[in-house]
T-cell receptor, first 114, second 110 residues
Framework: KAGVTQTPRYLIKTRGQQVTLSCSPI?????VSWYQQTPGQGLQFLFE???????NKGNFPGRFSGRQFSNSRSEMNVSTLELGDSALYLC?????????????FGEGSRLTVL | LAKTTQPISMDSYEGQEVNITCSHN???????ITWYQQFPSQGPRFIIQ???TKVTNEVASLFIPADRKSSTLSLPRVSLSDTAVYYC???????????FGKGTKLSVIP
């Protein structure tokens, strides 16, 4: 069974640009959540989607957005990039909603903003 | 969301048992304790989850006392490949997000 797949794995952008990251969850998983990891702030929750609906959102500015498609694949978008957006962006999936149970993480997309 | 506190780092020799303690004084009645392991530049990997007493799987044991204000992750006979950051989380059945703290950086020494 394939794991959570994130693309691209690495990317470099400049300030002011926007970026779209993609996540394909494990087959059958309907919940997809996104996290940002930086050395200073650690792992922080961005948002969770279930059945194409955003169920919860972390404390991030509106520049961070996401969506989920009918096949459960998800994308997140960051507009007007800032230097501080440089981070490892992690996607995770699970079969159902909620925080109980095992969450399966992808290997992440490493974003560098210059 | 209950806050958890764990040691910043720990060192252990290969072959030893490692116990990492997590404090969660304000844990809610319906919160579960979950542990994840993370290697550099990889996503966290689920280790174990429990509500009370003891839970054991093929890689670890989780001990949660009756008052549930703390828990201990036990890794038997660690190897160099167990060098990683370990996160303790208190997750409620009604919540939708995981709150990761700083984690415990475990270094296994030959």
């Amino acid at each position: 069974k394939a794991g959570v797949t994130q693309t691209p794995r690495y990317l470099i952008k400049t300030r002011g640009q926007q970026v779209t990251l993609s996540c394909s969850p494990i087959s059958g998983h309907r919940s997809v959540s996104w996290y940002q990891q930086t050395p200073g702030q650690g792992l922080q929750f961005l948002f969770e989607y279930f059945s194409e609906t955003q169920r919860n959102k972390g404390n991030f500015p509106g520049r961070f957005s996401g969506r989920q498609f009918s096949n459960s694949r998800s994308e997140m978008n960051v507009s007007t990039l800032e230097l501080g957006d440089s981070a490892l962006y992690l996607c995770a999936s699970k079969p159902g909603q909620g925080a109980i149970g095992e969450l399966f993480f992808g290997e992440g997309s490493r974003l560098t903003v210059l | 969301l209950a806050k958890t506190t764990q040691p910043i780092s720990m060192d252990s020799y290969e072959g030893q048992e490692v116990n990492i303690t997590c404090s969660h004084n304000n844990i809610a009645t319906n919160d579960y304790i979950t542990w994840y392991q993370q290697f550099p530049s990889q996503g966290p990997r689920f280790i174990i989850q429990g509500y009370k007493t003891k839970v054991t799987n093929e890689v670890a044991s989780l001990f949660i006392p009756a008052d549930r204000k703390s828990s201990t992750l036990s890794l038997p006979r660690v190897s160099l490949s167990d060098t990683a950051v370990y996160y303790c989380l208190a997750t409620g059945a009604g919540s939708y997000q995981l709150t990761f703290g700083k984690g415990t950086k475990l270094s296994v020494i030959p």
